[in-house]
């Protein structure tokens, strides 16, 4: 599958440059696709970022050489892209829990990060059904939240974030100033480089005037392929979003267009076998 060898081929590339600067517009094209593709489609299918592979398998070295070497830790910080033996340190001890040094002695326990490869999962047996909706720009206003993607941190942040809104009046005071209107769950902002994304709880908008509570912003024109999701949340909606990205994409030409996802909450009772909901998602061919 092409899609499959343009994976194994910037994993090689990745690997091949663990020990210099790694460019991401370099990786990305031997993915042949653009920048942001690869780096959403990485996070997506592994759950790390781009950034966090590279980290993890670069301290994996690292570890390796101080065991089975002589060399000086300063001369390893240096291979592998640290500025100072104390940020190497650092890294080297959220990673492994032990300090490089204590790496050296006897029976140190060690942490690993395997090398990865993606392999062709042959499945459908289930159609997965979308539609491309061509919407211009329009503006949302809610409350929104920078959150971190490193160790999958979004993935516990944001259920909480919902949690809260719920329970301070956020959510009931965005859906009686828009009647009609679907709550939205947006993530935009994507900072490869930070690991970080702003995710959005927001409704379809104009900012009514005198409301300094919340915040507002535009969501640019845009081919959205829309997927919709059937069953009780959260467990429907993540299966969608995981088909979305390792069966969808690849199978499909198109590719990530790089702008904000919604989630669009549909009236409903969330935790019904039959509650429906939808990802949209900006695209390009």
Not at 100 to 126: I, Q, V, W, Y
Not at 174 to 201: M, R, S
Request: charged fraction near 25%.
């Amino acid at each position: 599958m092409e899609w499959l060898d343009r994976m194994k081929n910037a994993l090689e590339l990745i690997e091949s440059k663990l020990e210099e600067t790694i460019e991401m517009e370099e990786i990305a094209q031997a993915a042949y696709s653009s920048s942001f593709h690869f780096q959403r489609m990485f996070h997506m299918l592994t759950g790390m970022t781009v950034a966090e592979y590279v980290r993890k398998r670069r301290l994996t070295l690292a570890a390796y050489e101080l065991a089975a070497s002589a060399s000086k830790v300063l001369d390893i910080s240096l291979k592998y892209g640290y500025d100072s033996p104390e940020a190497f340190a650092r890294a080297f001890r959220k990673l492994h829990g032990i300090s490089p040094s204590a790496a050296r002695e006897p029976g140190a326990t060690l942490k690993a990060c395997p090398r990865l490869s993606f392999h062709l999962s042959l499945k459908g047996d289930k159609e997965m059904d979308y539609r491309i909706v061509e919407k211009d720009a329009f503006r949302i206003f809610g409350k929104s939240l920078k959150v971190s993607c490193k160790d999958l941190e979004n993935h516990r942040r944001i259920p909480l974030f919902w949690k809260e809104c719920n329970e301070d009046g956020t959510t009931g005071e965005l859906e009686a100033l828009q009647p009609g209107k679907e709550l939205l769950g947006v993530c935009a902002d994507f900072c490869h480089k930070e690991e970080t994304l702003t995710y959005w709880i927001a409704v379809e908008g104009e900012l009514p005037d005198g409301e300094s509570g919340f915040e507002s912003r535009v969501i640019p024109a845009a081919s959205w392929a829309v997927f919709t999701s059937i069953g009780p949340m959260p467990t429907a909606i993540q299966e969608v979003w995981g088909r979305i990205y390792q069966e969808w994409f690849p199978s499909t030409g198109y590719q990530h267009a790089g702008g904000p996802e919604l989630e669009v909450y549909l009236a409903g009772e969330a935790d019904a076998a039959d509650y429906k909901c939808e990802i949209w998602i900006p695209v390009k061919k």
